[in-house]
């Protein structure tokens, strides 16, 4: 992907940010946010674009408006989005779209974030909109996670690994030569 600057152009970010409702948070309200979730062309404060985050890249593509680059797609995400056109449309689908920090993961994980998303990307593609919403995967199936995380969640705790076996020493397969 060819990104355009180090960071968004003043040209751009003030096609943006006279958006309607794009002068706040689209989740929380909070005024002069700088960061965004391209994934929906919204803007997002500081603290729920760390929410957005771990939702993880395939839900909220998260920038930084002033220290990120930005691609001319992601331009376009931003400018054919907005605070107000995600608010209408997943409202028009029953999402809950008032100011609730602890309702982002419901939010952008339900089938009308989903279709909202891939309208905004055929819209700027050039492709026909999808109109119907996908279907939900049954949450009964998957398995549910059961290993604790410590630090920052890459490393499982070690009580939650699996036993390795112990191999029994062979004399043909052994490769410490002190031991022979």
């Not at 593509?61 to 907005?82: C, N, P, T, Y």
């Not at 909109?129 to 949450?139: F, G, I, R, S, Y």
């Not at 890459?154 to 020493?169: A, I, Q, R």
Request: with cysteine.
């Amino acid at each position: 992907m060819k990104y355009t600057t180090t960071s968004m152009e003043d040209e751009d970010r003030k096609v943006v940010f006279q958006m309607p409702e794009n002068d706040k948070c689209v989740d929380c309200g909070t005024a002069h946010a700088e960061w965004a979730s391209v994934s929906y062309g919204t803007i997002l404060c500081l603290d729920c674009s760390g929410v957005h985050r771990s939702l993880g890249v395939h839900l909220s593509f998260v920038r930084s408006i002033k220290m990120d680059a930005w691609s001319e797609k992601q331009l376009q995400l931003m400018k054919g989005g907005g605070n107000a056109n995600a608010e209408l449309f997943l409202q028009k689908w029953g999402v809950n779209v008032d100011y609730d920090r602890s309702k982002i993961k419901e939010r952008y994980e339900s089938p009308a974030a989903e279709l909202y998303r891939e309208v905004l990307k055929a819209r700027i593609e050039g492709r026909p909109e999808p109109t119907e919403l996908p279907e939900q995967k049954e949450a009964a199936n998957a398995a549910p996670m059961t290993m604790k995380m410590e630090g920052f969640g890459s490393t499982p705790h070690p009580s939650t690994l699996p036993k390795k076996k112990k191999k029994k020493f062979s004399k043909k397969s052994h490769h410490c030569r002190s031991c022979l």
